[in-house]
């Protein structure tokens, strides 16, 4: 009788009564105990962190910056709300440590009370780190506690964000206050220039009349006419100098009285204008060594990927004859490939990225360039600005209060020429020294007009260096010096859940345990054909033809179940049955062997079996975390192929990792074959040890 009959003889007892039938779907339906209920159990956890309850204890009072109300603790609450990652409880400290106590929350977060005086201390004399309080209670839970230290970290790293855009945005402010009023200044001064000029003409023309007046005193009522018309003049224009040195004391003392707190510390304005340099100094040298490197790095990855696999093909894949390596090297060569060609890829993205950035790299780039000039400048600026201010300052007043002398002795000028002009007794001697007075007043006004000249020609030098920034400007550049580095990350055959990410450790599980099982009910060697002396390797062929037909109906309502009922989507679906009947097959053909060979202990060894490959497979972390000896048998069982082709077939990728697993399927599958035969020649002969077990089960 043939094997196909024979099995086709096993399988059709079960049809003979209830509970026969009932085994045979218990048998078909057991890995849906194990697949199915566990990634149920596993798909999505992340989904429901909404249902963790967690406590949330604000005790911010919030504060007041410049005239402005900051609720940061507030702010935040306001978010984590939003954002839905934990079910959320506001209570107060002492129920918070209560509950993260007995279980009713698994973790706290506290905000302390000066927690937003804290952040805004940051643009201020005495600046102070704040602190966001995380409690977690690991014998609640271990995994919500790795969990939060995770979503705390964002939340920090965005809180610190914001914390320095807001001090470096009040800097640029400051920055742009100065500029604006030394601009007003600067405005005066060119007024103050004007002023002394008309005033510098005016006495230059009282002069030459009073020189006319001297050596004409026969023409002494025309030269006191023209006198009186340009003492007018003058006292107009030195009126007019006056308001112009009084509007420039009146804004340059307003300005300096807004400068003088943000340079009266210049080692504080250094340091930062120094630091605000550095920083965009590394930045800027960061950008320039990606831009550069990038293709470099892509084609020398792309070259290591062609010659670990040139090098692969060449011994291991395709080897000539002699060239035969040991399989455990061609296992490291085609790691050692499978990573360099990931590599190669990786640094083809990056490259592709940069290129594809190029403009808006070298805009960031001059940015940064003409961040460090301006800031180096301040930098070295920042020592004497203090005493440069107040000098400039006692300048302008001298300035001012010397203009209203002038001013004030012009006004008695001309009234004292308008008497002169009636008067004849002293005129000659009057004259002369009335002539003295204004040569002399010539070469003063001569001097202040090249004195404001210089005033203004210098606060107009001071407005081009002192930065003068937009808010889109300070916006872009506040970002990037309160977060300066992104985080690029890229997910190549990304599983959509925890189900999907478990599913190929978990479904060979329930494979494994369905072929088990199903040994406890039908007999790994057919006894009829043992007892009729049929050949060893169809009494094999016989008691694994039933297991394995029986595995193939397990795969198709696992899989059924998974997909249709679970969601679970496969990137290759047609692949992934065949190769997992390939999988049942091989493991009907161990656990037939096992059996076989060793009787009610091959039960034993069974689990045993499933125990090693479970800890060594790498289905959950990867196996180089686990200890030496799983590290030592991982290449040696054949769930650890089996793992990794699914990850393949399941999430996409590169197909090579399925093609090794099914050879090693197949070479496992034969050999099982062979040695449950050569066990089944050795059942052929009764002995004691068959007539009297020492153990049953």
Request: hydrophobic share 45%.
């Amino acid at each position: 009788m043939r094997s196909p009959k024979l099995a086709a003889l096993e399988l059709k007892r079960f049809g003979r009564g209830k509970l026969p039938r009932a085994a045979l779907v218990a048998l078909l339906l057991l890995p849906l105990l194990y697949g199915a209920l566990y990634l149920w159990s596993f798909w999505d956890p992340y989904s429901r962190l909404d249902k963790v309850p967690v406590a949330l204890v604000n005790s911010d009072r919030g504060t007041t910056v410049d005239g402005k109300r900051l609720d940061a603790g507030g702010e935040i609450t306001r978010k984590l709300h939003a954002s839905k990652t934990f079910d959320w409880h506001e209570v107060s400290e002492a129920d918070a440590a209560a509950g993260l106590e007995d279980g009713t929350y698994y973790l706290s977060l506290t905000m302390p009370a000066d927690f937003s005086s804290k952040i805004a201390s940051s643009g201020g004399a005495d600046p102070t780190t704040s602190a966001l309080q995380v409690r977690t209670n690991d014998a609640n839970n271990y995994i919500v506690g790795s969990i939060s230290r995770t979503v705390f970290a964002e939340v920090r790293s965005a809180a610190t964000a914001n914390a320095s855009r807001g001090f470096l945005d009040k800097i640029f402010v400051s920055f742009s206050d100065l500029h604006d009023k030394t601009a007003e200044a600067a405005d005066g001064a060119d007024q103050l220039k004007d002023g002394a000029g008309k005033a510098q003409q005016g006495a230059k023309e009282l002069a030459d009349g009073l020189d006319t007046a001297e050596e004409k005193t026969g023409e002494l009522t025309g030269g006191l006419k023209k006198l009186d018309s340009a003492a007018g003049r003058l006292e107009t224009g030195t009126k007019d100098v006056a308001a112009g040195t009084q509007t420039l004391a009146d804004k340059v003392n307003g300005a300096a009285d807004k400068a003088r707190p943000f340079v009266k510390d210049p080692k504080n304005l250094a340091d930062s204008a120094k630091l605000v340099a550095d920083t965009a100094k590394v930045v800027n040298n960061h950008l320039g060594k990606l831009t550069e490197k990038a293709p470099a790095l892509a084609a020398l990855n792309k070259r290591a990927a062609t010659e670990s696999d040139n090098l692969y093909t060449k011994y291991c894949a395709a080897p000539a004859a002699g060239q035969t390596l040991p399989p455990a090297f061609c296992a490291e060569a085609k790691k050692a490939r499978d990573v360099t060609a990931e590599a190669a890829l990786l640094s083809a993205d990056v490259n592709t990225l940069v290129g594809n950035s190029g403009g808006d790299l070298d805009k960031l780039r001059t940015q940064l360039g003409d961040l460090e000039t301006t800031a180096r400048e301040l930098a070295v600026k920042a020592p004497g600005l203090a005493s440069d201010l107040d000098a400039a300052v006692a300048k302008v007043n001298a300035l001012n209060s010397g203009a209203h002398k002038v001013a004030d002795g012009m006004v008695q000028l001309h009234t004292g020429i308008g008497t002169a002009a009636g008067g004849s007794g002293a005129l000659g001697e009057g004259v002369g020294k009335l002539g003295d007075g204004a040569h002399s007043l010539d070469g003063g006004i001569f001097k202040l007009v090249d004195g404001s000249g210089e005033l203004a020609g210098g606060l107009h030098d001071g407005v081009g260096k002192i930065p003068d920034y937009d808010q889109q400007q300070r916006d872009a550049r506040t970002q990037v010096m309160a977060d300066p580095v992104k985080l690029a990350s890229q997910s190549l055959h990304k599983a959509p859940n925890y189900g999907t990410g478990f599913a190929p450790y978990f479904i060979p599980l329930s494979l494994w345990v369905g072929a088990m099982v199903a040994y406890m009910l039908i007999a790994p060697l057919n006894k009829r054909a043992l007892a009729v002396g049929a050949s060893p390797w169809r009494v094999a062929l016989a008691g694994w033809l039933p297991v394995a037909g029986l595995g193939a109906a397990q795969v198709g309502a696992l899989m059924s179940v998974l997909h249709w009922g679970l969601g679970l989507e496969m990137a290759r679906p047609a692949l992934t049955i065949g190769f997992l009947f390939l999988v049942t097959c091989c493991f009907a053909a161990i656990v037939q062997w096992l059996n076989a060979k060793f009787g009610a202990a091959g039960r034993i060894l069974v689990l045993a079996f499933l125990m090693l490959q479970l800890t060594s497979a790498g289905g959950t972390y990867p196996v180089q975390t686990s200890p030496g000896f799983f590290n030592a048998i991982h290449p040696y069982l054949p769930m650890s192929y089996i793992v990794e082709g699914l990850r393949r077939l399941i999430s996409g990728g590169d197909l090579t990792p399925v093609w090794q697993g099914c050879a090693v399927l197949a070479a496992f599958t034969a050999g099982a074959l062979a040695l449950t035969a050569l066990a089944a020649r050795g059942k052929q002969v009764w002995t004691m040890d068959r007539l009297h077990p020492e153990l049953s089960l």
